[in-house]
């Protein structure tokens, strides 16, 4: 004999809601672990002054980048990454940072072996190297992108994120 339910028309809806709030819950989790502590007070957004100030400080190629074409370059990127600080990992980790930082470190997001495993540190030419074609630069990561053919527009997404993800230069290690 098979089996139903039988709700009254005011209920029927909330069995249906409750999945729908599993999946998304369950959906937003990506590479992300679940954490109970409050969110890190965050910085005032950088006016657009002081983001082309932090982009003429940044090493060259990177200070004559085109911050447009940076951002809708890494408009390809926003389905698996975010930039803001504090903001969600999702597929691929949170960005915010990401200059300095060794490889394979950030919090709450799960790595492939071959990340966890690598030893180096994030600057602006190990993402150029990495952008190109992310499988050849370290063969079994997870990404699935394919890469950034253009030399401009990688340079272009690089400067971008040097001064959306909260970078300072430093002029004795750009």
């Not at 998304?24 to 983001?51: F, I, M, N, W, Y």
């Amino acid at each position: 004999m098979p089996f139903s339910i039988v709700l009254n028309p005011q209920t029927r809806m909330v069995p249906l809601m409750a999945g729908c709030a599993l999946l998304l819950a369950a959906c937003g989790s990506g590479g992300e672990v679940a954490d109970s502590a409050p969110p890190a007070a965050k910085r005032p957004e950088p006016t657009q002054e002081q983001k082309l100030a932090l982009l003429a400080a940044l090493p060259a190629p990177y200070n004559s980048g085109d911050l447009e074409n940076g951002r809708r370059v890494f408009a390809r990127c926003r389905s698996c990454h975010t930039i803001t600080e504090g903001g969600p990992n999702m597929t691929g980790p949170n960005l915010y940072g990401l200059f300095g930082s060794t490889v394979g470190t950030h919090e709450k997001y799960r790595y492939s072996n071959a990340l966890k495993d690598a030893d180096f540190v994030w600057d602006a030419e190990k993402l150029d190297e990495w952008l190109l074609r992310p499988r050849d630069f370290l063969p079994g990561n997870k990404m699935s992108f394919v890469g950034i053919a253009s030399e401009q527009d990688r340079k272009d997404v690089i400067a971008f994120l040097k001064v959306e993800t909260g970078y300072a230069p430093d002029m004795e290690n750009p």
